[in-house]
Each structure stands twice: as C-alpha cells, then as structure tokens.
C-alpha cells in the first residue's frame, strides 16, 4: 500500500469504524472510551515529545512522533466530528496567503 494523502483519508475511514469496536481490541476505541480530555492529553503529550524529538532526537524518532501526532490528532478530529476535509479545505484556503500578511490582518 503506498504512502499518499490518501493515507490520511484511510486513516480517517479507519478511525471512524474503530470508534466503535471493544475497547480491550481497539487502541482508537479505547482513547474514546477514556474521553475526550484523555484524547486531547494524549495529543499534547506527543505534541510534545515531538518537539524533543526534533531539538535532541534523531530523524526516525522524529519521524515516529510526528506519526503519533497526525494519529492522535485525527482521533481528536474525529471524536469532534470534524472532518479531514474540513481541516484541508482551511489549509487549501490559506494555500497562497502570506502568513506574515494574514498575521497582520488578525491583529490590525
Ligand atoms: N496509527 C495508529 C497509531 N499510532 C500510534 N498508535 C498507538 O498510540 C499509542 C502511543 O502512545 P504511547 O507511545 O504513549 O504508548 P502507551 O503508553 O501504550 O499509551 P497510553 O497507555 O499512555 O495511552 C500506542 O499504543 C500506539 O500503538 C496507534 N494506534 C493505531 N493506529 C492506527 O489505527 C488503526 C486502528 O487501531 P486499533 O484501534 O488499535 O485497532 C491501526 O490499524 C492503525 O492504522
């Protein structure tokens, strides 16, 4: 199976059906059993360990924290109900905007 941004789309598919499976043989189905401020705790903390990855750790390490991030996240996402879409179609809106400018816009 290759690595596209189809794989965030499986992903997402693959959350959404594990939400519902029995906690003991689903990770995804106990995150939401546990709630969601476990959920959001679990996303900081490999937030976290990926910025130490990033300042002390090496490059497959960082790499495998920021796979926990994007997992956790769209656990996040999904435990909301928002959709992956939706999070695209804000980056697509922003694709072309110089932060710098948008930054400026927020805070005039
Ligand atoms: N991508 C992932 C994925 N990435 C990370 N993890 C889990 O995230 C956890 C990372 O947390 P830690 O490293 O802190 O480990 P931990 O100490 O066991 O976690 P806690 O006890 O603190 O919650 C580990 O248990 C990993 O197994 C993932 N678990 C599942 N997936 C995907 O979700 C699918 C469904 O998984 P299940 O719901 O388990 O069937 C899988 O097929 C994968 O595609």
Redo the contacts with the bound molecule.
């Keep these: 199976m290759s690595s596209s941004p189809d794989t965030l789309a499986r992903?997402e598919q693959?959350?959404a059906s594990?939400r519902a499976?029995a906690p003991d043989?689903?990770?995804?189905?106990?995150?939401n059993a546990r709630g969601l401020p476990v959920i959001a705790r679990?996303l900081g903390?490999?937030a976290v360990e990926t910025v130490i990855a990033a300042l002390s750790g090496s490059r497959e390490e960082l790499v495998g924290e920021a796979?926990?991030v994007i997992?956790?996240l769209m656990v996040l996402l999904a435990a909301k109900d928002v959709a992956l879409a939706d999070v695209l179609a804000e980056l697509d809106r922003r694709e072309g905007v110089s932060g710098i400018a948008e930054k400026a816009s927020r805070n005039a």
């Design positions: 992903l693959t959350i594990r499976a043989q689903s990770y995804v189905a106990q995150l679990k903390e490999e796979a926990d997992f956790h």
